[in-house]
T-cell receptor
Framework: GAVVSQHPSWVICKSGTSVKIECRSL??????MFWYRQFPKQSLMLMAT?????????EQGVEKDKFLINHASLTLSTLTVTSAHPEDSSFYIC???????????????FGNGTRLTVT | QKEVEQNSGPLSVPEGAIASLNCTYS??????FFWYRQYSGKSPELIMS????GDKEDGRFTAQLNKASQYVSLLIRDSQPSDSATYLC?????????????????FGKGTHLIIQP
């Protein structure tokens, strides 16, 4: 099946610093990847859609200047949390649709997630 | 109105019994429905997908879809302690004004399932 790799799996950073999270599709090409965020006991919330070779599309309420997304190749998308604050502490998960159909009807495959803690 | 709704639970089911998980959604035009299992501290993993009205079976899991009632459910037969997790219902909802052609999924908050040995 489709494999999505995410790195790092956890990170602790100081307030005001930036953190980069990588998401790779290992055995298929993904023109579109999705970044989700999940707070404890809450649902996954879509933050943005990462589009290869073009600008990301952000959901309402998500600051594009704070959460920088780069999708420079068909297998790699990165999310950079800039000037992180404690309220940014969360579980960040990337995902992509598998290679079989790729259309909107196909399911998402998730990376293992990144636990971010901002102190 | 919330787009995808689930009872948060916890739902407690004895080992060997059938666990029934329910989900309703608001967008009548939705066409794709998924069930994910999420263990604590882990990312979701796909259990079932369903696109047409009726039942779809895969091993101990059965997904049921009723588009007229905007309702999708997941049955787990012969429940095992290892089935204890949070089960997320996900729907491909058309999102107006959000931009982009390939939207992500909209998730419910999940139902916390506990299988009692």
């Amino acid at each position: 099946g489709a494999v999505v790799s995410q790195h790092p799996s956890w990170v602790i950073c100081k307030s005001g610093t930036s953190v980069k999270i990588e998401c790779r599709s290992l055995d298929f090409q993904a023109t579109t990847m999705f970044w989700y965020r999940q707070f404890p006991k809450q649902s996954l919330m879509l933050m943005a859609t990462s589009n290869e070779g073009s600008k990301a599309t952000y959901e309402q309420g998500v600051e594009k200047d704070k959460f920088l997304i780069n999708h420079a190749s068909l297998t790699l998308s990165t999310l950079t949390v800039t000037s992180a604050h404690p309220e940014d502490s969360s579980f960040y998960i990337c995902s992509a649709r598998g290679p079989q159909t790729g259309g909107r009807g196909s399911p998402l495959h998730f990376g293992n997630g990144t636990r971010l803690t901002v102190t | 109105q919330k787009e995808v709704e689930q009872n948060s639970g916890p739902l407690s089911v004895p080992e060997g019994a059938i666990a029934s998980l329910n989900c309703t959604y608001s967008d009548r035009g939705s066409q794709s429905f998924f069930w994910y299992r999420q263990y604590s501290g882990k990312s979701p993993e796909l259990i079932m997908s369903i696109y047409s009205n009726g039942d779809k079976e895969d091993g101990r899991f059965t997904a049921q879809l009723n588009k007229a009632s905007q309702y999708v459910s997941l049955l787990i037969r012969d429940s095992q302690p290892s089935d204890s997790a949070t089960y997320l219902c996900a729907v491909n909802i058309g999102r107006k004004g959000s931009g982009g052609g390939a939207d992500g999924l909209t998730f419910g908050k999940g139902t916390h399932l506990i299988i009692q040995p």
